[in-house]
C-alpha cells in the first residue's frame, strides 16, 4: 500500500515562509505526478500545485503563483512546497498526493494521499 507523510508545516507570521516536504513508500515515485491542497473546515478541498514525474512541468492556483515553488528529487523519493510571503488565508491543512494521470487539478485524479500537515499563518 503506497504510503504518503507530510511534514515541515507550523505557524508563521505574515510575510514568512514555510517549506513543506511529503516523502513517498511504497510506490514507483518516479512514475507518479504529484499534487499539494489544502483544505480549511468546512470547505472543500483545493488544488494548490502539481508536478509531473519528471519535474520539469508545474501547475499553480492563481491564488498562490508566484509565492509557491513545487519542486521533487526522485532519487529521495520526494515532493517539496516552498511557500513565501505567506497570508493568513494560507491557513490550511496542506495534503500531498499522488496520481498515475498526468498533471491535474482535481482531486478526483489522484489515488494516494497522506495525512495532512497544518499551516498557520497569523496577521
Known amino acids: 500500500q503506497a504510503q504518503l507523510h507530510e511534514s515541515g508545516g507550523g505557524l508563521v507570521q505574515a510575510g514568512g515562509s514555510l517549506s513543506l516536504s511529503c516523502a513517498a513508500s511504497?510506490?514507483?515515485?518516479?512514475?507518479?505526478?504529484m499534487g499539494w491542497f489544502r483544505q480549511t473546515p468546512g470547505k472543500a478541498r483545493e488544488f494548490v500545485a502539481a508536478?509531473?514525474?519528471?519535474?520539469?512541468?508545474?501547475m499553480y492556483a492563481d491564488s498562490v503563483k508566484g509565492r509557491f515553488t513545487v519542486s521533487r528529487d526522485n532519487a529521495k523519493n520526494t515532493v517539496s512546497l516552498q511557500m513565501n510571503s505567506l497570508k493568513p488565508e494560507d491557513t490550511a491543512v496542506y495534503y500531498c498526493?499522488?496520481?498515475?494521470?498526468?498533471?491535474?487539478?482535481?482531486?478526483?485524479?489522484?489515488?494516494?494521499w497522506g495525512q495532512g500537515t497544518q499551516v498557520t499563518v497569523s496577521s
Open positions: 511504497q510506490l514507483t515515485f518516479e512514475h507518479y505526478a
Open positions: 498526493a499522488a496520481t498515475a494521470y498526468g498533471l491535474g487539478s482535481s482531486q478526483h485524479g489522484y489515488s494516494y
Open positions: 508536478i509531473t514525474w519528471s519535474g520539469e512541468g508545474t
